[in-house]
């Protein structure tokens, strides 16, 4: 039996973007639901073409999810509203790196620089051009 646990961002009409820019990043397989392949699913038109449900997944296990609220709910915070992270970690440094350089090539916010921390592993924070807040760490690898 598997359980997991995934990340579901809420974009207010920059989903397809963002898991677009995801995908170039991270790699892996991107599906995308808008939301007039359910009919009736979305009350106005003009938003039918909005992402209902869209998710990536690495070769590597990653899984990212996300979708845009309908402007009815524009009042609703989303993704890039502070509070919580989406964090990268492992002992793969190289893959770790490629994520932040790509990430912080565009970043808004660099919090923390990705470099040694004094805990021992490589550690670095941002915010990408969509306002989500990353932390990525990579570690010694485990025996």
């Given at each position: 039996m598997t359980v997991l646990l995934n990340p579901y961002l809420n974009f207010h009409g920059t989903a397809r973007e963002a898991l677009e820019f995801y995908h170039s990043v991270l790699g892996g397989t991107l599906n995308l639901m808008q939301y007039d392949a359910i009919p009736g699913m979305m009350g106005d038109p003009s938003e039918s073409t909005l992402i209902m449900h869209g998710q990536l997944e690495t070769e590597d296990g990653l899984t990212l999810m996300a979708a845009d609220y309908p402007a009815s709910m524009q009042e609703v915070p989303d993704a890039s509203t502070p509070g919580s992270s989406v964090c990268v970690s492992?002992?793969?440094?190289?893959?770790?790196?490629?994520i932040w350089t790509a990430l912080a090539e565009s970043a808004t916010h660099i919090q923390q620089p990705f470099e040694k921390a004094p805990w021992g592993d490589t550690f670095g924070m941002l915010s990408d051009r969509f306002g989500v807040p990353w932390m990525i760490s990579g570690g010694p690898a485990q025996d």
């Open positions: 492992g002992d793969d440094l190289e893959r770790l790196t490629a």
